[in-house]
């Protein structure tokens, strides 16, 4: 099993430019989640999926559009960067017997 | 609302035990979790303590919960310099939909 896998691993963007983050995992987990994580402010939920076809918003969900289209994955976007957005990105998905998350190895997005 | 509290720094030698302390309101959690995230990588689960536990021991690692104080401890015995890393708390409430209340995160550094 790979897990949750996150393409692309790094990003540069110009300030208006749109991108699509892609999360997979291959566990058969019907809750999946995007998280950023910046300095000093640990990891901030941008949206959630509790399972195909659902999306719901997170902390911080401004900016950010997501799609579960597929159950095994989870797809977050920006269509309009802004330098605020710069960060790295962190999928996960849920279905552990202790209720645990399932990190990807994160996406580096650089907002210019 | 619902909070988790962790120091963000900790500085231990080589061979010395490390004890990353946290904290967290809501009295209802089910399940609390330790998370380790080394440089440039995604979160990994450490371990976790249900919530009827007071301990749980795991080679190097104790997790001490103390329900009455909503306080967690985990303990890394004999610390290397492999265990640098920032390690994250986090819990979930009971009755949620599977979101989990992270820390800040402690970034750990391990001195030869």
């Known amino acids: 099993n790979a897990g949750v896998t996150q393409t692309p691993k790094f990003r540069v963007l110009k300030t208006g430019q749109s991108m699509t983050l892609l999360c997979a995992q291959d566990?058969?987990?019907?809750?999946m989640y995007w998280y950023r994580q910046d300095p000093g402010m640990g990891l901030r939920l941008i949206h959630y999926s509790v399972g195909e076809g659902t999306t719901a918003k997170g902390e911080v969900p401004d900016g950010y559009n997501v799609s579960r289209l597929k159950k095994q994955n989870f797809l977050l976007g920006l269509e309009s960067a802004a330098p605020s957005q710069t960060s790295v990105y962190f999928c996960?998905?849920?279905?552990?017997?202790?209720?645990?998350?399932?990190f990807g190895p994160g996406t580096r997005l650089t907002v210019l | 609302g619902e909070d988790v509290e962790q120091s963000l720094f900790l500085s231990v030698r080589e061979g010395d035990s490390s004890v990353i302390n946290c904290t967290y309101t809501?009295?209802?959690?089910?399940?609390l979790y330790w998370y380790k995230q080394e440089p440039g990588a995604g979160l990994q689960l450490l371990t976790y303590i249900f919530s009827n536990m007071d301990m749980k021991q795991d080679q190097r690692l104790t997790v001490l919960l103390n329900k009455k104080d909503k306080h967690l401890s985990l303990r890394i015995a004999d610390t290397q310099t492999g265990d640098s890393a920032i390690y994250f708390c986090?819990?979930?409430?009971?009755?949620?939909?599977?979101?989990?209340?992270w820390g800040l995160g402690t970034s750990l550094a391990v001195n030869p």
């Open positions: 809501d009295s209802s959690s089910t399940y």
């Open positions: 566990m058969n987990h019907e809750y």
């Open positions: 996960a998905s849920n279905g552990g017997a202790y209720n645990e998350q399932f």
């Open positions: 986090a819990e979930t409430p009971a009755g949620n939909n599977r979101k989990l209340i």
